[in-house]
């Protein structure tokens, strides 16, 4: 049986994050030098760590931004398809060319759609949110021999 004050286990190795912030004594398990990330505080000035946070908070906006942009124009279209299969029944039937209603053309535009969704996202993905994920992890994973391990 253990107790919270014993740890059986050492605390794990750098990673090149900084340790989490610890509880309201200031330690970690409330036991004055026997923190699993040392003896932090809740004063502690973090600063140095804001131009990382900058790039975190930037790269989730970019993320996020991306994201809501591709779904929305995905189900956007859809929920205009269905809307318009619910309550214009008459002008979903309604013929186009031969035998192709505005319906059966609008349902196969959802394909196109979401097929163009996604290479969008894929495309802006790579020229917006990669390269600011590449420069998180690089300033995040130490570079040198043991780089690799780290990842």
Known sequence: ???PDEHQYPPPGPTGWPPPRTGPRGHVNDAPGHGWFGDATWDESYAHQAPHHDDLATLRSAYRLLRRSST????GSFVVYVVL??????????????????GMALGVLQLVVTFVAVFWYGRSAQRSVDPLARAVRERAVPAGRNAGAAR
Request: proline share 4%; net charge negative.
């Open 1 to 3: 049986m253990t107790h």
């Open 72 to 75: 929305l124009a995905a189900l």
């Open 85 to 102: 299969s619910c309550w214009a029944p008459d002008l979903m039937g309604s013929r186009i060319a031969g035998e192709l209603s505005l």
